[in-house]
């Protein structure tokens, strides 16, 4: 059974860091594209950032540039999200999502964790 | 940065009503669109990619449909379990995903 389980949400305050852990099981890290989608409370879906299988191409939406670094561990099978200089507008449920095999090869999320709740706020 | 709206952003329907759930891009995305299912609480569900390429395990009650710029989602006969929250998105370049439509029970 494929699963993601997200970790290392919580409280922080503004400008400060967080790293977030997508730990899966159920299937071979290494082969897919991973992401991180986020969720505002009560407002709708974000994607974040992706990465690649063997992290040589990284991509980010306009907001996180700069700030925010995806990366993964293969032989830990795990995908992190660093999160640097956090902003309120930042406070949302962070999901972890299976990507591709290839691009445009299936769905572009496909498997996604439960979540971790990131609040920024003083 | 291309722009994705649904339309209605609320839709009222019954068990049984057949349901289209409309999905426009402000420039052409050729077919470069997913759907997501979204009860509370829950994480999002795909069912459609490519526009119309149905996810396994999806009942085939759901649809999709369009290219360009105008996408649908069509739930053919609307059973308990389909009252949710869905998402487009489009994955082109820059991914992005639409405000969100909810069906709820009439």
């Given at each position: 059974e494929v699963q993601l389980v997200e970790s290392g949400g919580g409280l922080v305050q503004p400008g400060g860091s967080l790293r977030l852990s997508c730990k899966v099981s159920g299937f071979s890290l290494s082969t897919y594209w991973m992401n991180w989608v986020?969720?505002?409370?009560?407002?709708?879906?974000e994607w974040v950032a992706n990465i690649n299988q063997d992290g040589s191409q990284k991509y980010y939406v306009d907001s996180v540039k700069g700030r925010f670094?995806?990366?993964?561990?293969?032989?830990k099978k795990s995908l992190y999200l660093q999160m640097n200089g956090l902003r309120a507008d930042d406070t949302a449920l962070y999901y972890c999502a299976r990507g591709w095999i290839a691009p445009a090869t299936g769905p572009p999320l496909h498997s996604w964790g439960q979540g971790t709740?990131?609040?920024v706020s003083s | 940065d291309i722009q994705m709206t649904q339309s209605p952003s609320t839709l009222s329907?019954?068990?049984?009503?057949?349901?289209?759930?409309?999905?426009?891009?402000?420039?052409?995305?050729?077919?470069?669109?997913?759907?997501?299912?979204?009860?509370?609480?829950?994480?999002?569900?795909?069912?459609?990619?490519?526009?119309?390429?149905?996810e396994s395990g999806v009942p085939s009650r759901f649809s999709g449909g369009g290219s360009g710029t105008e996408f649908t989602l069509t739930i053919s006969s609307l059973q308990p379990d389909d009252f949710a929250t869905y998402y487009c998105q489009r994955y082109n370049n820059n991914w992005s995903f639409g405000q969100g439509t909810k069906v709820e029970i009439k």
């Open positions: 986020r969720q505002a409370p009560g407002k709708g879906l670094t995806i990366s993964r561990d293969n032989a709740l990131v609040t | 329907a019954s068990v049984g009503d057949r349901v289209t759930i409309t999905c426009r891009a402000s420039q052409s995305i050729n077919s470069w669109l997913a759907w997501y299912q979204q009860k509370p609480g829950k994480a999002p569900k795909v069912l459609i990619y490519k526009a119309s390429s149905l």
